[in-house]
Nanobody, 116 residues
Framework: QVQLVESGGGLVQPGGSLRLSCAAS????????MGWYRQAPGKQRELVAR???????NYVDSVKGRFTISRDNAKNTVYLQMNSLKPEDTAVYYC????????WGWGQGTQVTVSS
């Protein structure tokens, strides 16, 4: 069983940057492809980026060139560096495996608000 704790969100102006962290406790983290997901008000949760246990990355088109996902397996942590933020990036951000491991549940998420 893995528990996930997201942090690093906040209020930022358009064009600004944030770095999100997802700390995983429990066993098995290093075996999984991990993903960052987001859910904006009134919208479904969507995958934003994912990283394999070997470091291969994929991004949704809307964040390519602006977001970078990384992981530190020694620390059981996944990161999301977000640059050139736009108002449409406003959402609650979550991490989970990819595909989602429903048995893990979802953490509390971290709110990202991009506004002037």
């Amino acid at each position: 069983q893995v528990q996930l704790v997201e942090s690093g969100g906040g209020l930022v102006q358009p064009g600004g940057s944030l770095r999100l962290s997802c700390a995983a406790s429990g066993s098995g983290f290093t075996l999984y492809t991990m993903g960052w997901y987001r859910q904006a008000p009134g919208k479904q949760r969507e995958l934003v980026a994912r990283i394999s246990n070997g470091g291969r990355t994929n991004y949704v088109d809307s964040v390519k060139g602006r977001f970078t996902i990384s992981r530190d397996n020694a620390k059981n942590t996944v990161y999301l560096q977000m640059n050139s933020l736009k108002p449409e990036d406003t959402a609650v951000y979550y991490c989970n495996a990819y595909p989602v491991v429903s048995a893990w549940g979802w953490g509390q998420g971290t709110q990202v608000t991009v506004s002037s």
